[in-house]
């Protein structure tokens, strides 16, 4: 079955039969679907009153466990949020009671974020509907295809840390 990549790629080879267009086939296919993915996810944290970069920071809170407790600086390297906006995203979360920024004892320039009560429990109810929405999106493949997609992802990924 033929798609608008497809048709594009036709296209070209009509126009410039001079190039090698074949990386369109994978570049485009892989914007179409991330920017799909994305209106997807937003759509879920919103039922959740959060927005990606939110949900972003309190779920990487919450996978590094209650007793830990993480800098601005280790949020920005594991979470998907740009230095720029790590200081305004984490006042609106602490504005809204989700986490709690403190000094810390050993070091007064330092600063630990850590989820509050109702962070957790926020997370905790956003957390299995995101899982759901990946899983939906990720359904027109097989396990052993996702498993394969995925591998072949991180290969991608990994050539551009060379």
């Given at each position: ?9 036709a ?24 920017t799909r993915?994305?209106?997807?996810l937003?759509?879920t ?8 970069a ?5 779920a ?5 466990g ?8 280790e ?5 998907m949020?740009t ?5 305004q995203r984490?006042?609106r ?5 989700l ?6 004892e050993?070091d007064g320039?330092?600063v630990?974020?850590?989820l ?7 997370i ?16 027109g493949l ?7 997609l ?5 290969k ?7």
């Amino acid at each position: 079955m033929a798609d608008h990549v497809d048709l594009v790629l036709a296209q070209w080879a009509e126009q410039r039969p001079d190039l090698d267009v074949s990386p369109m086939a994978v570049i485009g296919r892989l914007s179409r679907v991330s920017t799909r993915i994305s209106a997807e996810l937003k759509r879920t944290f919103a039922e959740h009153d959060l927005d990606t970069a939110s949900f972003d920071v309190l779920a990487t809170l919450r996978r590094n466990g209650p007793q830990r407790c993480l800098t601005p600086a280790e949020l920005m390297r594991s979470a998907m949020v740009t230095s720029g906006a790590i200081t305004q995203r984490l006042d609106r979360l602490q504005a809204r009671g989700l986490i709690t920024r403190t000094p810390s004892e050993s070091d007064g320039r330092v600063v630990l974020v850590a989820l509050t009560e109702d962070g957790r429990a926020l997370i905790d109810r956003a957390l299995p509907d995101h899982v759901d929405t990946e899983h939906r999106v990720l359904s027109g493949l097989t396990s052993a295809e996702r498993e394969q997609l995925a591998e072949l992802l991180r290969k991608l990924l990994e050539s551009f840390d060379m």
